[in-house]
């Protein structure tokens, strides 16, 4: 990969900054480089190189402590997320409370590809309700935006990252257009089972939509789609499409995918925006602000070599944020002219109004799914089939006693061994030894089921960052103090998720494992615990109600484009990514309009 050194980032002319380089800083690239604008990407992590840095098919039997997780790696040893987590050393952020409930938790990555090199591959769309949510039920924000708007860079997004899935026509779950899904893959038998008892409930099981490839990519049809009158991008497209191979199951996607077949900004975006040779990549560059001119545009940013701590400045016609929600609005709190409380914050909006996902998770035990014989169960790691909302006719808060919905994140049956998946046989087998505990292992391994339920939050005014007068970071950057609580709304469905779950589990002749928790203030998972940060940057009509225009872009100052989830003006029960990307590949489609217009 050509990357290059921050000092050689700060010696070229760029047309364009992008800040960050995971989901919305791979698709800006992409989009820019592809059609010819001389891009600087800026990443605060480590260079990786998922061909040859990701641990894909090591055995649990070759890691410590058997790849269980450890502070140091929360998502166990062989996770796909190098540099990262909870905490980062030497880069700490705060919370206003002692109350382990009003605390936020902020997963960071840094490394080249950010989250994506590890996310769950779960790729839905914002349903039209889900961007009008106030014109429905009085709460929270609409955005400037309808579905139909965002619709046609959802459709290009599944185009060049491929997802699977399938169209329901269900309710605010929107179908895509016909032939732009990959085929889902086949139910385990576990999702089978759950599929046919939850019918008589009600609640219906349908393919999931994630970003894996079940067949290779259309090489020959989609980069003309994508390019239209861009016969170079076609070829460059064309060429990597067939160096991505269709997934051949089995291995953990966390740990990421050497072959291609999911989806990381490292393996999907990076590779053809760099063969174009318009992307210059430095990595450890630590960006601290953007910087502005007397006219209050964007002329550049200033950053920090992060090994050895010198600073210096890059220069562009224009800077795209996609550091992830809460950094991005890091970095504009530490951006403009002093004494205006940060770039973009003539409202008093900038970081205000974040939000993370509803979660809650049950497990349970299946006789029926005992002793069955050894079949290959695995599939295509992760979901095959979900649950989306259901319950949207009940008019949610009259019937339910909170607003909004969830969808359900279900997983069960023989795959393959990993200390997960054992994980209730501790319980089942008691004190069994030597043979005993063989044939116990042999019967109920498989017959354990779990779910998490991924629900949507109301954004309120007392969940929010700022930045910390007392603290800085190792390079002297002002640290966020986080703000957080759940309201009523959140934590009534957390409850809601607890009931339900027992209700499947049992309807599949099961037990639940554990305790169903009816207070939702205790079923809840921590705020940010799900990694699903958005907002702090809220886009909207005008520059007295928001921080950007619909395209991200800073009313105060044009040439700065938020392309990450800051822009959330509410947080769907849908995973955010995709509408992360869509919003992405739209916003700089505007902005290289507008670069053409000569306006930026
Ligand atoms: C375990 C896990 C599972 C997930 N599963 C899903 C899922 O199934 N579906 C879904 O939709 N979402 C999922 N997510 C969330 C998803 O990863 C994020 O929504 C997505 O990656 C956000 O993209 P982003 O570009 O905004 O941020 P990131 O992917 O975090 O990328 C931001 C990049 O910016 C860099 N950066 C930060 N600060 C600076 C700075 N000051 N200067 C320069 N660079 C900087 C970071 O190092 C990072 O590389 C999951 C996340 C995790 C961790
Ligand atoms: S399951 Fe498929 S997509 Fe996921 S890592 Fe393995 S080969 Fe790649």
């Given at each position: 990969?050509?990357?290059?050194?921050?000092g050689?980032a700060?010696?070229?002319g760029?047309?364009?900054?992008?800040?960050?380089?995971?989901?919305?800083?791979?698709?800006?690239?992409?989009?820019?480089?592809?059609?010819?604008?001389?891009?600087?990407m800026?990443?605060?992590?480590r260079?990786y190189?998922?061909?040859?840095?990701?641990a894909?098919?090591?055995?649990?039997?070759?890691?410590?402590?058997?790849?269980?997780?450890?502070?140091d790696?929360?998502?166990?040893?062989?996770?796909?997320?190098i540099?990262g987590?909870w905490?980062?050393?030497?880069?700490?952020?705060?919370?206003?409370?002692?109350d382990?409930?009003r605390q936020?938790?902020?997963?960071?990555?840094?490394?080249?590809g950010?989250?994506?090199?590890?996310?769950?591959?779960?790729a839905?769309?914002?349903?039209p309700?889900?961007?009008?949510?106030?014109?429905?039920?009085?709460?929270?924000?609409?955005w400037?935006?309808?579905?139909?708007q965002?619709?046609?860079?959802?459709?290009?997004?599944e185009?060049?990252?491929?997802?699977?899935?399938?169209?329901?026509g269900?309710?605010?779950?929107?179908?895509?257009?016909?032939g732009?899904?990959?085929?889902?893959?086949?139910?385990?038998v576990?999702?089978?089972l759950?599929?046919r008892d939850?019918?008589?409930?009600?609640?219906?099981f349908?393919?999931?939509?994630?970003?894996?490839?079940?067949?290779?990519?259309d090489?020959?049809?989609?980069?003309a789609?994508?390019?239209?009158h861009?016969?170079?991008a076609?070829?460059?497209l064309?060429?990597?499409m067939?160096?991505?191979?269709?997934?051949f199951?089995a291995?953990?996607?966390g740990?990421?995918?050497s072959?291609r077949?999911?989806y990381q900004s490292?393996t999907?975006?990076?590779?053809?925006?760099?063969?174009?040779?318009?992307l210059?990549?430095?990595?450890?560059?630590?960006?601290?602000?953007?910087?502005?001119?007397?006219?209050?545009?964007?002329?550049?940013?200033?950053?920090?070599?992060r090994?050895?701590?010198?600073?210096r400045?890059a220069?562009?016609r224009?800077?795209?944020?996609?550091?992830?929600a809460?950094?991005?609005?890091?970095?504009?709190?530490?951006?403009?002219r002093?004494?205006?409380?940060g770039l973009?914050?003539?409202?008093g909006?900038?970081?205000?109004?974040?939000m993370?996902?509803?979660?809650?998770?049950?497990?349970g035990?299946?006789?029926?799914?005992?002793?069955?014989?050894?079949?290959n169960d695995d599939g295509?790691?992760g979901?095959?089939?979900?649950?989306?909302w259901w319950?949207?006719?009940?008019?949610?808060?009259a019937?339910?006693?909170?607003a909004?919905?969830?969808?359900?994140?279900?997983?069960?049956?023989?795959?393959?061994p990993?200390?997960?998946?054992?994980?209730?046989?501790a319980?089942?087998?008691?004190?069994?030894?030597?043979?005993?505990?063989?044939?116990?292992?042999?019967?109920?391994?498989?017959s354990?089921?779990g779910?998490?339920?991924?629900?949507?939050?109301i954004?309120?005014?007392?969940?929010?960052?700022?930045?910390?007068?007392a603290?800085?970071?190792?390079?002297?950057?002002?640290?966020l103090?986080f703000?957080?609580?759940?309201?009523?709304?959140?934590?009534?469905q957390?409850?809601?998720?607890?009931?339900t779950?027992?209700?499947?589990?049992?309807?599949?002749?099961?037990?639940?494992?554990?305790?169903?928790e009816?207070?939702g203030?205790?079923?809840?998972?921590?705020?940010?615990?799900?990694?699903h940060e958005?907002?702090?940057?809220?886009m909207?009509?005008?520059?007295?109600?928001?921080?950007?225009?619909?395209?991200?872009?800073l009313?105060?100052?044009?040439?700065?484009i938020?392309?990450?989830?800051?822009?959330?003006c509410?947080?769907?029960d849908?995973?955010?990514?995709?509408?992360?990307?869509?919003l992405?590949?739209?916003?700089?489609?505007?902005l290289?309009a507008?670069?053409?217009?000569?306006e930026?």
């Amino acid at each position: 990969m050509p990357i290059i050194s921050t000092g050689d980032a700060a010696s070229h002319g760029y047309d364009v900054i992008v800040v960050g380089s995971g989901a919305a800083g791979g698709q800006a690239a992409y989009t820019l480089a592809m059609e010819g604008v001389r891009v600087l990407m800026l990443e605060a992590g480590r260079n990786y190189d998922p061909l040859t840095g990701t641990a894909m098919f090591q055995k649990p039997t070759q890691a410590p402590l058997r790849g269980e997780g450890t502070p140091d790696k929360p998502f166990g040893f062989y996770d796909a997320t190098i540099d990262g987590g909870w905490q980062v050393p030497g880069e700490p952020y705060t919370s206003a409370s002692d109350d382990p409930r009003r605390q936020f938790w902020w997963w960071r990555p840094r490394m080249l590809g950010g989250r994506t090199n590890h996310w769950g591959r779960i790729a839905l769309r914002n349903g039209p309700y889900d961007f009008k949510p106030r014109s429905r039920d009085g709460l929270g924000f609409d955005w400037p935006i309808a579905y139909e708007q965002v619709a046609p860079w959802y459709d290009r997004v599944e185009r060049l990252v491929g997802i699977y899935g399938s169209n329901e026509g269900r309710e605010n779950t929107p179908d895509s257009p016909e032939g732009v899904l990959l085929p889902p893959p086949r139910p385990r038998v576990a999702e089978l089972l759950a599929q046919r008892d939850s019918a008589a409930l009600g609640i219906p099981f349908i393919p999931m939509h994630r970003a894996v490839l079940t067949r290779q990519l259309d090489h020959r049809r989609i980069p003309a789609l994508l390019h239209p009158h861009n016969p170079r991008a076609q070829r460059i497209l064309a060429a990597d499409m067939q160096r991505r191979a269709a997934c051949f199951h089995a291995t953990p996607c966390g740990r990421g995918c050497s072959i291609r077949a999911n989806y990381q900004s490292t393996t999907v975006h990076l590779p053809p925006a760099l063969a174009t040779g318009h992307l210059d990549i430095a990595c450890d560059a630590m960006v601290r602000e953007v910087l502005v001119g007397a006219d209050g545009r964007a002329t550049g940013v200033a950053y920090i070599d992060r090994r050895t701590g010198v600073e210096r400045q890059a220069r562009a016609r224009a800077v795209v944020l996609a550091a992830g929600a809460c950094e991005s609005v890091r970095i504009l709190f530490n951006s403009g002219r002093p004494g205006a409380g940060g770039l973009g914050n003539a409202a008093g909006l900038l970081g205000k109004y974040i939000m993370d996902t509803v979660g809650s998770s049950l497990g349970g035990q299946v006789p029926r799914m005992e002793s069955l014989p050894p079949t290959n169960d695995d599939g295509v790691d992760g979901q095959h089939l979900y649950v989306p909302w259901w319950l949207y006719g009940e008019r949610n808060v009259a019937r339910l006693g909170f607003a909004r919905g969830y969808h359900i994140e279900y997983g069960g049956g023989r795959r393959q061994p990993d200390v997960g998946t054992g994980a209730g046989l501790a319980g089942m087998a008691g004190d069994a030894m030597g043979t005993r505990l063989k044939e116990e292992a042999r019967r109920y391994y498989g017959s354990f089921v779990g779910m998490d339920g991924r629900g949507e939050m109301i954004p309120n005014a007392d969940s929010y960052c700022e930045p910390d007068p007392a603290v800085r970071d190792r390079y002297g950057i002002p640290v966020l103090r986080f703000h957080w609580k759940w309201s009523e709304h959140e934590t009534r469905q957390a409850a809601h998720m607890q009931e339900t779950f027992a209700q499947i589990i049992e309807a599949m002749g099961g037990t639940v494992m554990g305790a169903v928790e009816h207070d939702g203030a205790k079923a809840i998972e921590p705020g940010g615990k799900i990694i699903h940060e958005v907002g702090g940057a809220m886009m909207g009509r005008s520059a007295r109600d928001s921080v950007t225009n619909e395209f991200g872009q800073l009313w105060e100052s044009p040439n700065v484009i938020v392309a990450d989830g800051a822009t959330f003006c509410s947080n769907a029960d849908k995973n955010p990514t995709l509408t992360i990307m869509a919003l992405a590949w739209r916003s700089t489609d505007e902005l290289m309009a507008r670069m053409r217009r000569r306006e930026v």
